[in-house]
């Protein structure tokens, strides 16, 4: 039974601390002296927690509820609560002082709701384990282009070049944000232009002869790991997304009458509508996994629990197993794969790029441009699919 207000302002103490369970993972901790705690147990990365949400009176019983639900729609977005008080708590300390980590942490909160969660939470982890700890507790108009250049040298002395790069980038829009909130002059980052090694662009590994195709396809089908994770394999050659879009698809996503998977923009990392067309063997192999994950959230759920989806190494790992190293074939590998075969047997290139969702120039172009070349794109991954059948097939 939910608590109610007589309920909670009559409880006695007892010789031992008690709890009076209210709903959704509220309850009233009653202690030997008398104190009264509001607690939400929750589960995150399949370990239980508990929030503290404050001490009644002060807190009531509708003002516990309120904070419950909040947390609530954080765990909904793959958040941790705790984790998110925590952050709050300490740029509330950290503003005083108009820190680094301070304005960084605002910068990021204004601006995480344009990109994915993988995404901000590679940014975040950037800034929290090489920037904040050499900078941020500095006042954010006082740090000097070689204090920058100092920190963001010890993650290109690593051997992590693509990430120092990003992460100087990430701390340019920082010094932007700053500038224009007034709490900086100028954005030092830009002295450094030039100052760190450059980048070497390298393609994903992937596998674009039809014989070898043909290899991997059938070394799929013989697959003897976790069901979830062989469909997964079966579907990346036919949808060739990319491996955070796949494991994180939902049934809800999914219209089998309009016989299309539909991601929404924030999911997408070029923040707009996907729209994957349903071949006949994607629809049959849908089907064939609905049966076992149709009634929870995602299509490919986690083998822990059915609240998350899959983990990006799974697919990748199943690779590993059927044989395949990093240098041979990645998940990212099957964009390239059916990249590479769809122009060589002529399909129109611009098809080609939006069903790869590859960055469109103009990003208001980009946003109400998702089902161009659609009727072409619709018949092409028929095809594709058929393609790969012929391949299979082939002894």
């Not at 069901?227 to 990346?236: E, G, M, N, Q, Y």
């Amino acid at each position: 039974m939910p608590l109610t207000d007589v309920k909670v302002r009559t409880a006695k103490p007892k010789d031992k601390p008690y709890k009076l369970a209210d709903e959704k993972g509220l309850h009233l901790l009653i202690t030997p002296t008398g104190a009264r705690y509001w607690r939400f147990k929750y589960r995150f990365g399949g370990k239980e927690k508990k929030l503290a949400l404050g001490v009644y009176p002060d807190v009531t019983l509708a003002a516990a509820r309120e904070k419950r639900d909040e947390a609530r729609k954080l765990l909904a977005n793959d958040t941790d609560p705790g984790v998110a008080k925590q952050v709050a708590k300490r740029s509330k300390k950290l503003a005083t002082a108009n820190s680094f980590e301070a304005i960084a942490r605002e910068w990021f909160v204004k601006f995480s709701h344009k990109w994915t969660p993988s995404h901000g939470e590679r940014i975040l982890i950037r800034l929290e384990n090489d920037i904040f700890p050499w900078l941020g507790n500095r006042p954010i108009n006082e740090i000097t282009a070689p204090e920058l250049l100092s920190a963001v040298r010890r993650i290109e002395n690593r051997g992590a070049i693509e990430t120092a790069h990003r992460t100087l980038q990430n701390c340019g829009q920082i010094f932007r944000y700053a500038i224009a909130a007034g709490q900086a002059v100028r954005d030092i980052s830009s002295d450094l232009r030039g100052a760190l090694r450059p980048v070497v662009k390298s393609h994903h590994a992937s596998i674009t002869d039809p014989k070898e195709i043909a290899k991997l396809l059938r070394a799929i089908n013989d697959y003897e790991g976790y069901f979830v994770t062989k469909c997964a394999l079966r579907l990346a050659p036919l949808f060739f997304v990319r491996p955070g879009e796949l494991r994180h698809a939902e049934w809800s996503e999914i219209d089998f009458e309009k016989t299309e998977w539909r991601i929404p923009a924030h999911k997408m990392k070029m923040r707009s509508i996907h729209i994957v067309p349903l071949s006949t063997q994607a629809i049959e192999i849908l089907k064939e996994i609905q049966v076992l994950t149709g009634t929870g959230k995602y299509i490919f759920p986690s083998v822990r629990t059915s609240q998350r989806p899959m983990s990006e190494n799974t697919v990748l790992g199943a690779l590993r197993r059927l044989g395949y190293t990093k240098d041979e074939m990645t998940g990212h590998g099957f964009r390239s794969m059916a990249s590479t075969l769809l122009n060589e047997q002529g399909w129109n290139r611009d098809a080609i790029e939006r069903q790869l969702a590859h960055a469109e120039r103009d990003s208001v172009r980009a946003a109400y441009n998702y089902a161009e070349h659609l009727p072409e794109r619709r018949k092409m991954m028929q095809e594709w699919a058929n393609y790969l059948d012929e391949l299979n097939a082939i002894s």
